[in-house]
C-alpha cells in the first residue's frame, strides 16, 4: 500500500465548476501537508502549505486537513481553463522529506 | 524569484551509457532534491543533499549516485543507464531558515528516454 493514495483522474469540468480533489495517507505522524500544481512540461510549483488539521484559504483555493481521517482535500471555486493542470498532494512528518500522491489531471473546459 | 534550472530539458540516450543530470539554483539554499515522476507514482525522491559534500539517500538510489561540490549546484549521475531509469528528471531546492515553513522549489525537470 501507497504511503499516499490520490486518484489520477483524469477530472474534466465545465468553467465555474468547483474542483474537489483529495488524498489519503497511511502515516499518522504527517504534519505538513501541500498541494502543488504542475501544467504540461513544467516542474511542480506550490499552492498551498498547512501545518495539522483545519482549513486554509487563498483566493479561489481552500485547503483542508482532517488528520483523524488521515484525509486532505483541495477545493477549487470557480474554475478557469487556467487551472487546467496535474495537482499534487504532498505531506511531511518533519517539514523536509516530502511523500507525494500520484497527481490528479484536471481539465477545465471553455 | 528563486530560480532553479536543469542542464537539459530532453535527453537521449544508450543503454550502457554515463550520464549526468545538472541543476543549479540560485537562491543560496543548502538543501536540494533529486526525484524521478513516473505515471501513475508522483514523485520518488532519489537522493538529496543538505550540504556541500553531503549527500542521503532517498527511497529509490539503486542505480543512480549524485554529487554536491558546489552549494548551487547538485548532480545526478547514471553510472549505466537502463530503460527502467526512462522518466522525468526533476531537482529542487530549500532553504533552511529556523522556524520558517520553507516549501521545494523545482526546476522544469529533464525528461529522459534510455533506448
Known amino acids: 500500500q501507497k504511503e499516499v493514495e490520490q486518484d489520477p483522474g483524469p477530472l474534466s469540468v465545465p468553467e465555474g465548476a468547483i474542483v474537489s480533489l483529495n488524498c489519503t495517507y497511511s502515516?499518522?505522524?504527517?504534519?505538513?501537508f501541500m498541494w502543488y500544481r504542475q501544467y504540461s512540461r513544467k516542474g511542480p510549483e506550490l499552492l498551498m502549505y498547512?501545518?495539522?488539521?483545519g482549513n486554509k484559504e487563498d483566493g479561489r483555493f481552500t485547503a483542508q486537513v482532517d488528520k483523524s481521517s488521515k484525509y486532505i482535500s483541495l477545493f477549487i471555486r470557480d474554475s478557469q481553463p487556467s487551472d487546467s493542470a496535474t495537482y499534487l498532494c504532498?505531506?511531511?512528518?518533519?517539514?523536509?522529506?516530502?511523500?507525494f500522491g500520484a497527481g490528479t489531471t484536471v481539465t477545465v473546459r471553455a | 524569484d528563486v530560480k532553479v534550472t536543469q542542464s537539459s530539458r530532453y535527453l537521449v540516450k544508450r543503454t550502457g551509457e554515463k550520464v549526468f543530470l545538472e541543476c543549479v539554483q540560485d537562491m543560496d539554499h543548502e538543501n536540494m532534491f533529486w526525484y524521478r515522476q513516473d505515471p501513475g507514482l508522483g514523485l520518488r525522491l532519489i537522493y538529496f543533499?543538505?550540504?556541500?559534500?553531503?549527500?542521503e539517500k532517498g527511497d529509490i538510489p539503486e542505480g543512480y549516485s549524485v554529487s554536491r561540490e558546489k552549494k548551487e549546484r547538485f548532480s545526478l549521475i547514471l553510472e549505466s543507464a537502463s530503460t527502467n531509469q526512462t522518466s522525468m528528471y526533476l531537482c529542487?531546492?530549500?532553504?533552511?531558515?529556523?522556524?520558517?515553513?520553507?516549501?521545494?522549489?523545482f526546476g522544469p525537470g529533464t525528461r529522459l528516454l534510455v533506448l
Open positions: 529542487a531546492s530549500r532553504g533552511d531558515r529556523a522556524g520558517s515553513q520553507e516549501t521545494q522549489y
Open positions: 543533499s543538505y550540504d556541500v559534500k553531503m549527500k
Open positions: 498547512t501545518y495539522s488539521s
Open positions: 504532498a505531506m511531511s512528518v518533519n517539514d523536509y522529506k516530502l511523500s
Open positions: 502515516n499518522s505522524a504527517f504534519q505538513y
